[in-house]
């Protein structure tokens, strides 16, 4: 077709047909990945359980046993406990226990230790056979709950 003595130049219709049957299959992967989180970091995220638990009623000290199945390293926030109508929580630091890291693929034991401050449980706040309920907040903000037997 001549327009005013110059000949229209273009892309095929079919070559316009692949490149936007193209360019929809990119935004549609690009779209999926995030939708189902392909491309996100939930593959990384810490996912750390409480495998194995024990409690010394005569001390006080609680132990916990780690497995961390996630991709990244997370540590042990807080660790509480309701007794009656106190409820006492152990933080990291201090005398208690330290806040070391459960790293990836590794078991991982930390020991709490009955503290001395405000708030905080003490050798004579357990009796043994009495099961209690722990809540173990994680650097991730995952929150779980385990019932230990004292001994």
């Known amino acids: 077709m001549k327009i005013s003595g110059r000949q229209r130049k273009g892309i095929s ?12 299959l990119i935004a549609f992967a ?7 989180g392909l491309f996100g970091s939930s593959t990384k995220s810490a996912q750390a359980q409480v495998v194995g638990s024990s409690l010394v009623a005569s ?4 132990t916990l046993t780690f497995s961390n199945s996630g991709g990244q390293s997370v540590t042990v926030s807080s660790v509480s406990v309701t007794v009656g109508s106190t409820t006492y929580t152990e933080t990291p630091g201090g005398t208690t226990f330290t ?3 459960i790293p990836p693929a590794v078991t991982t034991v930390i020991t709490v230790d009955a503290g001395s401050g405000t708030g905080q449980w003490t050798s004579s706040t357990f009796t043994a056979g009495t099961t209690y309920t ?14 230990v037997t004292a001994s």
């Open 13 to 24: 219709p079919i070559i316009a047909t692949v490149l936007i049957i193209a360019a929809t």
């Open 30 to 36: 690009a779209v999926a990945g995030y939708i189902f």
């Open 59 to 62: 001390t006080g000290d609680l």
């Open 99 to 101: 806040a070391s890291a």
């Open 134 to 147: 722990f809540s173990i907040v994680l650097s991730n903000g995952i929150t779980s709950t385990i019932s």
